[in-house]
């Protein structure tokens, strides 16, 4: 492979789930320089990797060893799109792994995508309605029952929004947050120019004419294993669309007030998101 791995060209795509970042990675696939796609494998990988080498025969295994097996695994993983100049890796968890990943790729880029919590529940609800026939695997039998079983599933801390929206908290009060740059999900839909003009800016790239009435990327395959078709759908055009919650009004309650990124004060994270 060459050296693409060495300059500050892969980036990462993060956040909260139901908040826009496949549609962010359709959009960005549209430019010919970038490769960008929905959740890979990596970070899970990156994970166990890094927990191996701290067990038996970690004393044979040195800093410099770790390094390279590490960076050999994003080598090796994007090997077949060497022929793309910038690479983005997408998973939410990449939040809660700044410190070792900023250490192999300190001039990387981790952008969030995020969105009101409230929101995000009623997006997983619409879909788990829609499929009304074929049980989700993004829940026990006994977290099926009701929508309040649901959510309360959904946010729990090792679960689909708890978990990731743990890990976003640790990003953005951390001390490796000024590498990120936290977009919300309305403002992406409501002003996708600017909003991808920022992003460009953000990463230090020459700008791109995004065609915002025709993005293209579907996983079928992906949601289909999850029970749960339409997970990873994006629409063709980027729109914001009113609507009605699903939710009981004290369940919307609850999870509208967990967007903490509302009061960036103590955070050096970059934001963007509509004006106040």
């Known amino acids: ?34 490769h960008a796609r929905m959740s890979s494998p990596v970070c899970g990988l990156f994970t166990s990797l890094i927990a191996s080498m701290g067990g038996e025969g970690s004393m044979f295994i040195t800093p410099a060893q770790r ?12 090997s077949e799109f060497s022929d793309k100049p910038v690479l983005f890796d997408t998973n939410r968890m990449w939040c809660a792994k700044l410190p070792p990943l900023l250490q192999l790729y300190p001039g990387a880029k981790v952008i969030c995508m ?7 529940m009623d997006s997983i609800e619409r879909l788990v309605r829609r499929n009304a026939f074929e049980p989700s695997k993004l829940f026990g039998d006994g ?9 309360d599933a959904l946010g729990s801390r090792d679960r689909l929004v708890g978990m990731s929206w743990t890990a976003m908290k640790e990003a953005f009060y951390g001390d490796q947050a000024n590498n990120l740059l936290v977009v919300e999900y309305e403002y992406l839909t409501r002003a996708p120019q600017k909003t991808m003009q920022l992003i460009y800016g ?33 629409g063709r055009k980027v729109r914001f669309e009113e609507r009605r919650t699903l939710l009981p009004p004290d369940l919307f309650e609850r999870f509208d007030k967990l967007s903490f990124w509302n009061d960036p004060a103590p955070s050096l994270a970059n934001l963007i998101r509509p004006a106040a």
């Open 202 to 234: 953000f990463l230090g790239e020459d700008a791109f004419e995004h065609d915002f009435d025709n993005v293209e990327y579907d996983e079928p395959e992906f949601d289909q294993a999850l029970a749960t078709p339409g997970l990873h759908t994006v």
């Open 143 to 151: 977290e099926r029952a009701t929508v309040y079983s649901r959510c």
């Open 67 to 78: 390094e390279r097996i590490l960076r050999g695994l994003f080598e090796n993983y994007f």
């Open 114 to 120: 995020v969105r009101n919590v409230a929101w995000i």
């Open 1 to 34: 492979m060459n050296d693409i791995m060495t300059s500050p060209t892969l980036h990462f795509i993060s956040g909260l789930p139901r908040s826009g970042s496949t549609l962010l990675a359709g959009l960005l696939r549209q430019n010919p320089r970038f």
